[in-house]
Every structure is written in C-alpha cells, then in structure tokens.
C-alpha cells in the first residue's frame, strides 16, 4: 500500500447559528486531508466545534504513536473492518462471557475512534496498523471500507504544529 499524508485543516468562521455560541466553543471548517501523488481528498469537510479536534488530539496523541491494533490481523484488514469483524462473533458459553467479550473489544478499539460527536460523519479510525499509520471507515455511501496509510510521526507533528497555530489566532 502506497502512504501518503494525513493532515488537518481548521479555519475559523462565523457560527450560521443566530444563538451565540458557549464560550468554550470555536465554529469554522474542519477539514481532514490525505495527499498522495499530488492529489488532495477530504476525507472529512465539515463546519463544526474545532474545540472537538484539540480534545480529541489532546487525549489521543500519547497513544497514537504507541499503540498498534492487538489482534491477529494475517489478512491485513484495515482497524473499521477488524472492529466490526469483531462484533460479528454471536455464540458465548454465557452472559458473562459474552459482557467481557464486548467490553475487551470495546477497550481495543476506543483508542483508535475519532468522531465528531453530534453529526452523521462517519467513525474514523485512526492508528497503527501492522505498524504504519491508518486511518479507516465504513463508507455508507459508496457500501465500502475505506483505507488510507500515512506516516504516524508526521501526522502528530503536523496536528500538533496546526493545533498550536489554531490556538494562536
């Protein structure tokens, strides 16, 4: 698989809303960009709270950088399809077996989740997978899992350099 760049894009704008917005929330364009032989897709456009990007980033970026899927993945499955691969499972011995089950894999799979909470966007999937940078989705649209590999480091240097920046203005 070939890897390109992941990155954000965040712009300040004025809220469409005629209520003004809480103190602690900061309206503009969320653009989640992946570049590879010199073509741009936006994998995420959206207008939203950009408050949502820091926080995200804020808990996750210790463990981006560290944490590789922990499951046996021979097939190379990208970390969307592995998370629902891994719902499909239907037989337990018992209730408590099957509690345990969910929560295991609720608890692999929460640290790689990125979702702009309140909006019909997908859940991305953002981590390492076999030991390069994915992020990956369930496109409703097009009926398909979507993979994109990238360069970890770079993507927490570049989110961190644009989160600083956002901060800034």
């Not at 691969?85 to 929460?110: A, V």
């Amino acid at each position: 698989m070939n890897c390109g760049k992941l990155y954000f894009h965040l712009e300040r704008k004025e809220s469409p809303y005629e209520e003004e917005l809480p103190p602690n929330e900061v309206w503009g364009i969320i653009q989640l960009c992946y570049e590879s032989d010199n073509k741009v897709e936006y994998i995420l456009d959206w207008q939203w709270d950009i408050i949502e990007i820091v926080e995200w980033f804020d808990e996750a970026k210790d463990l981006l950088a560290v944490k590789n899927i922990d499951v046996l993945n021979d097939e190379n499955k990208s970390i969307a399809e592995l998370e629902a691969l891994g719902y499909e499972r239907s037989f337990f011995f018992n209730e408590d077996e099957m509690f345990s089950y969910y929560d295991e894999l609720d608890k692999c799979f929460s640290c790689f989740k990125f979702h702009l909470r309140g909006t019909p966007t997908p859940m991305y999937y953002i981590g390492l997978n076999n030991g390069k940078g994915e992020i990956s989705y369930y496109s409703s649209e097009q009926e398909v899992y979507k993979r994109y590999c990238f360069n970890m480091e770079e993507f927490l240097n570049n989110t961190n350099q644009v989160l600083m920046d956002f901060r800034q203005t």
